[in-house]
């Protein structure tokens, strides 16, 4: 989910530094594309050409982002070895058509949605479920097809059909390379409010400023079983959308923006474990990250999508009210919540001449209502500020 962010950042950077032909060969020669537009309608191998520096120009664009709990080669080193290939993490990533916004929807694993039927890459169907959970749908594309194809496949069509939203993109990422690119950057400063421990990640943060390395940053994003909090897998959405503002910002504050040599090496640690669809070419994602390179990180959003316990399990969740208006505003290219515009209360002209009163005396303004990260909108610039670490 990290890398799959980051790279359009990376993107955005070529556009800045000499070696942009050293960046673009790096990034191209990494990514591995797979191909799934027989499997998924919306998907198209060849982006529009209408404009050759942003292809997708005057057009809303929407890629789902994957992270694969995949536990074989490198990845069985660092999260243990399992069989089978599962969607951890889930990120219907928005960019607006007129490029002022980002906005990055998490979705829990442990949604119960409906499950359709998905063709796989042999062209074989699986069954239809009127209720599974959300991360089965990557899980069987990939027991059924036995590719990447099938499996993001399923997991397109699975969004696809219970948000409403048309899905233009895919990226896949995994373990490796995540801690190679935390480490590129000299570790990730972030704020632990409170002393963190889990046993199932290996985490044992003490509370304070703290830097993370690779593997303590992975450690961080995987963490679900910390002391204190329900053990949930929105708990570990929390972590990860802390993780990524926190990522952001510290690319954005170092040389990786004007340095060659570290934006060849962050390039080439993104990019060693992404694999996409062939139509989020270099091109593609160039002319995206040129078009943002105006936006704040107060126009970059980050929310769960809200949910419920399910009413038939307590171990499951499914999406609660509001769920449904977030979906559509995204399907429309609005923004995803409201903002409210304060009333301005009209006046009335003094005559001329007329005896005026004093104004009233200011009132104190009503406290703020907390918001709580992984669940409430929040900006990239709230997620990293909204707590302080004594020095």
């Known amino acids: 989910m990290l890398r799959g962010v980051a790279l359009v950042t990376v993107a955005m950077l070529v556009f800045g530094v000499s070696s942009a032909a050293a960046v673009s060969y790096t990034l191209q020669s990494n990514i591995r594309h797979v191909d ?10 060849t ?27 490198a990845n069985a080193d660092i999260g243990g070895e399992a069989g089978g290939k599962r969607s951890d993490t889930a990120i219907v990533l928005h960019i607006s058509a007129d490029r002022t916004r980002v906005e990055a929807v998490s ?22 479920q009127s209720s599974g959970m959300f991360n089965s749908a990557f899980a069987t594309g990939w027991d059924h097809g036995g590719d990447m194809a099938s499996a993001a496949a399923c997991a397109i069509n699975t969004v696809q059909v219970n948000t409403g939203v048309t899905i233009n993109h895919f990226v896949v990422v995994d373990f490796a390379g995540f801690q190679k690119m935390i480490d590129t950057i000299g570790g990730v400063p972030i704020c632990i409010p409170k002393d963190m421990s889990d046993d199932y990640t290996g985490l044992d ?6 830097t993370l390395d690779g593997t303590q940053a992975l450690q961080f994003a995987r963490a679900r079983h910390v002391s204190g909090t329900d053990g949930s ?13 926190a990522v952001v910002q510290q690319v954005l504050s170092k040389n990786v923006l004007t340095n060659a040599g570290e934006l060849i090496g962050f390039a080439s640690a993104v990019s060693s474990s992404l694999t996409m669809d062939p139509g989020l070419s270099l091109s593609t994602l160039t002319g995206l ?37 977030i979906w559509a505003n995204m399907a429309a290219d609005r923004p995803i919540v409201a903002t409210e515009t304060p009333a301005v209360t009209p006046t009335t002209p003094t005559p001329t001449g007329a005896a005026t009163t004093a104004p009233p005396a200011p009132t104190t303004p009503a406290p703020a209502t907390t ?19 004594a020095a």
């Open 233 to 245: 897998d929105i708990t570990r959405i929390a972590h990860q959308q802390q993780l990524l503002a």
């Open 36 to 45: 799934v537009s027989a499997l998924v309608p919306t998907i198209s191998t």
């Open 371 to 389: 918001k709580t990260a992984g669940k409430d909108a929040m900006s990239a610039d709230d997620l990293t500020s909204s707590t302080t670490c």
């Open 289 to 325: 990250a040129y078009g943002l390179k105006n936006i704040s990180g107060a126009n970059i959003t980050f929310m769960t999508i809200p949910w419920t316990t399910a009413p038939t399990d307590k171990a499951r969740v499914v999406w609660a009210d509001g769920a449904a208006d």
């Open 47 to 73: 982006p529009s050409v209408a404009n050759p520096s942003d292809p997708n120009a005057g057009q809303a664009v929407n890629i789902l982002l994957l992270g694969s709990d995949e536990r074989d080669g």
């Open 205 to 210: 943060l003490k509370a304070g400023l703290q």
């Open 107 to 128: 979705i829990p694993r442990d949604s119960m949605v409906k499950i359709p039927s998905c063709t796989m890459s042999d062209l074989s169907t699986t069954k239809a």
